[in-house]
């Protein structure tokens, strides 16, 4: 048997994976005996920050991510499939079908059993091993205080912001279009593109771009030494770096051309739908920290929202994180102790797909130590060997919670060329990306194949 400590998306997968191996889990989620700041519901797998698992092309690295989790057998990606929304060329769901389709896939597991108790310290009692914990970013106070004792100086923190979220109706939508950037729809052709767009003349976003620099953020302790994550910053500290920087970062209008001008808006806001009725929309790459009356006011200044009714505001809340590389093996074990697993946030990784794709190595290796085997982790070339890999070297000395990427993937194509004696050949990137996530997941189909043999024989 092993214990998890989290029911967010990364220990739901590891306790589906470790269960589908065979081995019983007991899934301790403190919820909604002991509530946190921004959870609104007592499923397993809820949504706070986004409802997109972004990019869903094996163009894109957490394309293929997610494409090797469903290799891999994830239950995140096969809730996330059966609950999608139109998002263009990425993964968005409906929040509420996505944690019920987790939370119902978790409680019938005859495997799992599900307790609903908070778990204040790391246990002590040798019956809880092997642990993984797997408590996210908004890990008890408690918990992260005994956290930060057993790893020591390694244990970090960063803020995080939550966009807000509109009721459809409220949108004045003779004021917005319909489009996806490059028309790269859910079903291209069928409809007019998969976000609603509000878009702005170079006087309205500038106009705005001084409202939210000189709106009131929230007080939160230890903002005089605000340390954010770089890919989820508050639109008004994006505004701060510079007047463009909001245009050429979230309302960006690259790929969009305004039917009723017939030109690209000078600056754009998007907005995506965020459950599979269509009556919510969530501001996209808006997270912010200004106080909620400060986003009434400045929010409507956005052509087709001076009547909107928000259903949430955004808010921040703090992150913590564990240093992977000083604490992490690749397999997702501590270095100090092999039968203690972390996963997703609080292991060093950053995203909705890479929190859940820990958690799925964490839990396959959890179970691996009850089975008697060794714990595995497919190889570098592989989007989810690549992520386990960066957050057990990563230089610790600067270490920041990472996405997936092309970038930390093991050994380009042009490099093995290079080492093989062979010429580089010149490519596009769209090429380059597509060999890489070929390589990858003929690599990984690989992996499964010896690790299914290996445990038949077993």
Known sequence: MIHIVGGGLAGTEAAWQAAALGVRVVLHE???????????????????????LRGDKLDNAVGLLKEEMRRLGSLVMRAADASRVPAGAALAVDRERFAQAITDAIHGNPLITVTREEVPRVPADPA?????IATGPLTSET????????????????YDAISPIVLAETIDMPRVFRASRWDRSLAPGEADGDYLNCPMTKEEYEAFHDAVTSAESATVHDFDKEKFFEGCLPIEVMAHRGRDTLRFGPMKPVGLVDPRTGRAPYAVVQLRQDNLAGDHFSLVGFQTQLKWGEQARVLK???GL??????????????????????LRETWQ????P????????SGVEGYVESAASGLIAGRNAAALVRGEEPRVPPRTTAIGALAYYVSHADPRNYQPTNITFGIMAAPLDSQALAQGKPARRTG???????????????LDEWINFETSSITSA
Request: glycine share 6%; proline share 5%.
């Open 128 to 132: 809880m091993y092997p642990l993984v």
């Open 143 to 158: 918990l992260s205080a005994d956290i930060a004792a057993l790893v020591g100086g390694d244990h970090l923190y960063f």
């Open 339 to 346: 039968d203690l697993f972390f996963a997703g946030q609080i």
């Open 334 to 337: 501590t270095k100090a102790r």
């Open 30 to 52: 403190m919820r909604p005996v002991r509530p946190t700041a921004v959870h609104k519901t007592d499923r397993l797998a809820e949504l706070v920050c986004s409802n997109s």
């Open 429 to 443: 990137k769209l090429e380059r990306k597509t060999a890489l996530a070929e390589r990858a997941l003929r690599d």
């Open 301 to 303: 200044m956005i052509p």
């Open 306 to 327: 001076e009547h909107a009714e928000f259903v949430r505001f955004g808010m921040v809340h703090r992150n913590t994180y564990i240093n992977g590389p000083t604490v």
